[in-house]
């Protein structure tokens, strides 16, 4: 509920619903919205057009690093960032603790005594690479190298479209048996389409896990798939805490928020 006395504050959203984690995010935002008494509205953009008529006092969202966030500054709005793919360094970032999923990932294939472990990526996001540390750290403390494999995706808009015959060009060539651990749960729904095309069984010679644990993606795989469950909607509710603090006045981390 909002404070007696406060002004209502307006809040602009900028998540991509179709992701099963930026779902997530977004639940998390919204009890904290309602809990303060934002008057709130999710945005299909940041652009002048959208942002000028409605006037947010504040904006969080999946942010990247790109010129057009000078408009936070033209508008006198303060921002919060969600997303680890290219974060802005001068907008507060509230989000994963990517190399905790990395571990996570490599602790659970270690237990399936298979001793070949792979990264593989269809991005070269920093979130991809803080995964792909993360899983390379922990394999490297149990004694194991881990390879980083990437294919190329086929356009920039959708990350979870990816070419099966590719990627089966890219696994043709990795010793088995084998662990692969897949930046996402698209990417690694991908993974075991194009190891079953190849005759290879799953998990036997070759296991796979990804993250995020979104039910319906890991449901579609067959077998399947398994992933490091993340906690998108707790982002969220920090992150809205967040930007309250902000639009109150209140100073900026010094550091990212990370949460695992």
């Not at 619903?17 to 709130?40: D, I, K, Y």
């Amino acid at each position: 509920m909002a404070t007696r006395g406060r002004p209502v504050r307006r809040v602009a959203i900028f998540v991509p619903l179709r992701e099963h984690f930026a779902r997530e995010v977004f639940m998390g935002v919204v009890s904290q919205a309602r809990r303060h008494g934002w008057f709130f509205r999710l945005v299909p953009n940041l652009t002048t057009e959208v942002l000028g008529p409605f006037g947010p006092d504040g904006v969080i969202g999946f942010l990247h690093r790109t010129p057009e966030n000078r408009i936070f500054e033209d508008l006198g709005v303060v921002a919060v960032n969600v997303s680890a793919a290219d974060p802005p360094e001068e907008i507060p970032l509230v989000t994963l603790d990517n190399r905790w999923c990395g571990r996570l990932a490599a602790e659970h294939l270690l237990g399936t005594r298979i001793p070949r472990f792979a990264f593989i990526s269809a991005v070269d996001s920093h979130y991809a690479r803080e995964r792909a540390r993360g899983f390379s750290e922990r394999l490297a403390e149990a004694g194991y190298p881990c390879e980083i494999l990437r294919f190329t995706r086929p356009d920039a808009i959708d990350r979870g479209r990816v070419s099966i015959p590719k990627l089966m060009n890219v696994l043709r060539g990795v010793p088995r048996p084998v662990c692969i651990f897949a930046a996402h749960d698209l990417n690694g729904v991908s993974v075991v389409i194009a190891a079953r095309e190849l005759g290879l069984a799953v998990p036997e010679d070759m296991a796979v896990v990804g993250v995020d644990n979104d039910p319906i993606v890991c449901e579609a795989s067959d077998p399947p798939l398994s992933s490091v469950a993340v906690p998108g909607r707790q982002v969220g509710v920090r992150a809205a805490q967040l930007l309250q603090t902000l639009m109150d006045g209140g100073p900026a981390p010094a550091a990212p928020v990370l949460l695992a």
